[in-house]
């Protein structure tokens, strides 16, 4: 009997260790919190596993089993539910590649099905990613020229100067937005997905002490946040942890920048995203003569969860306006996710349009930084 009562205070301790390193290895506290935390535990773990194991009245014995398991319990589900939002936040921090889908169109009334021995024009704006792509039409015997210019590729199709046209999704999503032919007289006939690995240089940050920089980057889809898509959130999150001071700065997504490693063009900083998260960072950086340290991407879908997360949050807004679906009034107002989501979206019925959307968009993060950080 006294043996089975080691073994349980022994695996007990092994699962309050293991706890403790998930916690220690999640960097979820600061380390001066993490020790007061862990001595604590370790505490309550020695009290229990003392009181089976030496103290031999039976009530104090089934009281200790007792709260060991309900410690296991919580601990297991904390683990679980700590694990999820870990993984959530990786996601959205911390991208370890993008996809890019390109398309083949021909016009509906050429009767080509597929893109094999066609005469094509690609829209190529990145030539350092264009290889496979290249590669991939040249095993069909397609013959192609290449052009930065949107401009052309329209007229080459629509002239019938080739015989179908190549472009990204998110440049055919923009010809669509602007000329209802170009989706509704078009097919797709080939669809290929380019996968680039992200690598950035890791900042020297004491993150403690020092001011830093986190990009938010807000791109316009739903799903996957490794798909590349245009970056309609561009907010600078500025934090300096020795006053305990956060600064925000939102650009507008129609600012007219010159974008590193394109064709060398300006074009609106919302079409950064496009071509990757790096090279939003990269045009912000040159535009703001800064140091970008971090940067989070997120979504539709992302947005939705972390607010859903939190529980919802509370956010002050500095006008009465009503959307699609939601009212929204002047000063505080709890939203959960998709009622945060059509709030930063909104600019068409705000009197200060985007400027105003950046303004509700600042609000939402306010929000979210005061329910991460309230103390009840």
């Given at each position: 009997?006294?043996?089975?009562?080691?073994?349980?205070?022994?695996?007990?301790?092994?699962?309050?260790?293991?706890?403790?390193?998930?916690?220690?290895?999640?960097?979820?506290?600061?380390?001066?919190?993490?020790?007061?935390?862990?001595?604590?535990?370790?505490?309550?773990?020695?009290?229990?596993?003392?009181?089976?194991?030496?103290?031999?009245?039976?009530?104090?014995?089934?009281?200790?089993?007792?709260?060991?398991v309900v410690i296991t319990i919580m601990i297991i589900i904390g683990l679980r539910y700590s694990s999820n939002t870990l993984n959530f936040l990786r996601n959205i921090s911390n991208l370890d590649f993008e996809t890019t889908k390109y398309y083949g169109l021909a016009l509906k009334t050429?009767?080509?099905?597929?893109?094999?021995?066609?005469?094509?024009?690609?829209?190529?704006?990145?030539?350092?990613?264009?290889e496979k792509l290249k590669e991939v039409l040249e095993e069909k015997n397609v013959l192609f020229e290449e052009t930065s210019d949107l401009t052309e590729?329209?007229?080459g199709l629509f002239d019938e100067v080739v015989d179908a046209i190549v472009i990204?999704?998110?440049?055919?999503?923009?010809?669509?937005?602007?000329?209802?032919?170009?989706?509704?007289?078009?097919?797709?006939?080939?669809?290929?997905e380019i996968r680039s690995e992200l690598i950035?240089?890791?900042?020297?940050?004491?993150?403690?002490?020092?001011?830093?920089?986190?990009?938010?980057?807000?791109?316009?889809?739903?799903?996957?946040?490794?798909?590349?898509?245009?970056?309609?959130?561009?907010?600078?999150?500025?934090?300096?942890?020795?006053?305990?001071?956060?600064?925000?700065?939102?650009i507008p997504r129609d600012y007219y920048v010159r974008i590193p490693g394109t064709t060398g063009y300006k074009d609106k900083l919302t079409h950064t995203g496009?071509?990757?998260?790096?090279?939003?960072?990269?045009?912000?950086?040159?535009?703001?003569?800064?140091?970008?340290?971090?940067?989070?991407?997120?979504?539709?879908s992302s947005t939705v969860r972390l607010i859903d997360a939190l529980g919802g949050i509370t956010v002050n807004s500095n006008y009465a306006f009503s959307t699609k679906d939601y009212s929204f009034s002047r000063g505080n107002n709890f939203m959960d996710g998709e009622r945060t989501l059509a709030f930063v979206r909104e600019r068409k019925r705000l009197p200060?349009?985007?400027?105003?959307?950046?303004?509700?968009?600042?609000?939402?993060?306010?929000?979210?930084?005061?329910?991460?950080?309230?103390?009840?």
């Open positions: 009997m006294k043996r089975s009562k080691k073994i349980i205070g022994s695996i007990f301790s092994l699962i309050t260790i293991y706890f403790l390193f998930a916690v220690f290895q999640s960097k979820l506290l600061p380390l001066n919190y993490f020790f007061i935390f862990a001595l604590i535990v370790l505490f309550i773990n020695g009290v229990l596993t003392a009181t089976l194991i030496i103290v031999k009245n039976k009530i104090f014995k089934s009281l200790s089993i007792f709260f060991m050429s009767g080509h099905e597929q893109i094999d021995d066609l005469d094509v024009l690609i829209h190529n704006n990145m030539a350092d990613e264009m590729i329209y007229s990204e999704s998110n440049f055919k999503d923009i010809l669509g937005e602007e000329l209802p032919e170009f989706v509704d007289e078009t097919v797709i006939i080939f669809e290929y950035r240089e890791k900042r020297d940050v004491n993150v403690t002490e020092d001011p830093f920089n986190i990009y938010i980057s807000g791109i316009d889809t739903r799903g996957s946040i490794s798909n590349r898509a245009r970056s309609d959130v561009n907010i600078i999150m500025t934090i300096n942890p020795a006053t305990k001071e956060v600064l925000l700065t939102n496009i071509y990757g998260v790096e090279t939003s960072v990269n045009t912000l950086e040159n535009l703001l003569d800064t140091e970008i340290d971090f940067y989070l991407r997120v979504n539709f200060g349009g985007d400027r105003a959307r950046g303004e509700n968009q600042q609000a939402a993060i306010e929000g979210i930084i005061n329910k991460m950080t309230q103390r009840d």
